[in-house]
């Protein structure tokens, strides 16, 4: 089945900073989506792409889908103490196979204030 | 609601007994998924329900897992002869006509004893 490599597993950063994760998958997807999961809590949609190329922000939060298909990347600027959390990408692909979501492991972002 | 509730938020049960988790999408969401994750994992595709019928159950684990949706709204997962192993959290989303935009409730931390 399709695998995602999201990396990287963790980051420690100061507050202020910005931030930068991607995901890549070994086959094509049709959509991309990026998650932020607190503990106790399920995952939060944070920004939904739909097309190869497309870049899209939600606030500090800017995301795009790769060009080949195969890839997303994740910015987050000016990094403050709320954004602490696992994010998650998760591909979908329409054409076929599993109609559900596949998710990488997630990145730890961890805030040093 | 505003959003997707599950019930239990927690559930203990012992080695070998039965057990039912319930999923209340979001009003008007015609697709309701079910996901399983384990620790320090991403979230994984059980099930996917369009209206009452099961379209896609392809990442059921195996025959001791079971979900309904009778009325095409509450979704039940059930589990007999539960194992340790089945100790996970269980997400369930949902989504407008089975797009892939999907949003999630708190899920149900299930351990087996």
């Known amino acids: 089945g399709q695998q995602l490599n999201q990396s990287p597993q963790s980051m420690f950063i100061q507050e202020g900073e910005d931030v930068s994760m991607n995901c890549t998958s070994s086959?094509?997807?049709?959509?991309w989506l990026w998650y932020k999961q607190d503990p106790g809590e399920g995952p939060v949609l944070l920004i939904a792409?739909?097309?190869?190329?497309e870049l899209t922000s939600n606030g500090r939060l800017t995301a795009q889908f790769g060009i080949t298909r195969k890839d997303s990347f994740l910015n987050i600027s000016a990094s403050i103490p709320s954004d602490v959390g696992i994010y998650f990408c998760?591909?979908?692909?329409?054409?076929?196979?599993?109609?559900?979501?596949?998710f990488g492991k997630g990145t730890h972002l961890i805030i040093q204030p | 609601g505003a959003g997707v509730s599950q019930t239990p938020s927690n559930k203990v049960t012992e080695k070998g007994k039965y057990v039912e988790l319930r999923c209340d999408p979001i009003s008007g969401h015609t697709a309701l998924y079910w996901y399983r994750q384990s620790l320090g994992q991403g979230p994984e595709f059980l099930i996917y329900?369009?209206?009452?019928?099961?379209?896609?159950d392809s990442g059921l684990p195996n025959d001791r897992f079971f979900a309904v949706r009778p009325e095409g709204s509450v979704s039940t997962l059930k589990i007999q002869r539960t194992e340790r192993g089945d100790s996970a959290v269980y997400l369930c989303a949902s989504s407008r006509g089975g797009t892939e935009t999907q949003y999630f409730g708190p899920g149900t931390r299930l351990l087996v004893l």
């Open positions: 792409l739909y097309k190869a190329g």
């Open positions: 329900f369009q209206g009452t019928g099961a379209a896609d």
């Open positions: 086959s094509i997807f049709n959509t």
């Open positions: 998760a591909g979908y692909y329409s054409g076929g196979g599993a109609d559900g979501l596949t």
